[in-house]
């Protein structure tokens, strides 16, 4: 189960750097801050390729990796997929689920709901990507929303939630600048609908699930956002490139410490 009480802080270097070496330098990096933080869970989630090297080469609890994605076969005749279990033996403890990136490559809420299911079954934790494209004034967002969190998460047993994490990353706040992500104050509002959605469906076991948030978190908005927006932590794309920019975001919520 997931120590609720660190924040959380995921760092999704999406297909970056190019090379082993460059990997390992900004790993390197991030583990001279990372490793020593007490009150912060640090989540690298590598290309795949980087996976074993990375995980291999630390052994402290300051610090796991993640998959950016899997496939929900166990096995078998599917080119260029990765399983559940292979990304597991390759040192991963999460998985990064409906991603928006690859949601857009074509991936729909079944899939998503096949490797929610097939990651829980092999044990991983699933950090479960849901968003919205643009808002609309009349609200169809939530209903959207609504549906990718209840579709991903249908069958899922509340023994199971334990080992899930939500990442609400409005895609119209991605890959942009500091001043382009939510505030906040909406961040808020929709921390509170999640939640409502959760709870709806798994009572008190829904509580301390943790939701996170993504899209252009910089250094300078770290501290509102968490704060303010009541996440447990953040998902950070570019962000996470730069080994400075991604360790004092790191120290902020070190110091930001979770209710
Ligand atoms: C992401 O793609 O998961 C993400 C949060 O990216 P960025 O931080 O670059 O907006």
Sequence with gaps: MLKTKKRI???????????????WSLFSGIKKTASKLRFVHTIICPPATYLLDLSDSYRGKNISFGAQNIFWKEKGSFTGEISARQIHDAGARFVLVGHSERRALG?????????VKAALKERLHVILCIGESERDESGDYLHF????????????????LNRTIIAYEPIWAIGKTGEDAITPDKLHEMVLFIRRVLVERYNKTAI???????GSVEKENAQGLLERGVVAGFLVGHASLDATEFSSILKIANETKAL
Excluded at 12 to 18: A, C, H, L, Y
Excluded at 208 to 214: F, H, K, R, S, V
Aim: charged share 25%.
């Design 9 to 23: 802080v995921i760092a999704n270097w999406k297909m970056n750097p190019q090379t082993a070496d460059d990997a």
């Design 145 to 160: 929303l609504r549906e990718q969190l209840e579709s991903a998460l249908n069958g899922v047993k509340a023994a199971d």
């Design 107 to 115: 991936e729909t809420n079944e899939n998503v709901w096949l490797k």
């Design 208 to 214: 301390d699930t943790p939701i996170i948030y993504g």
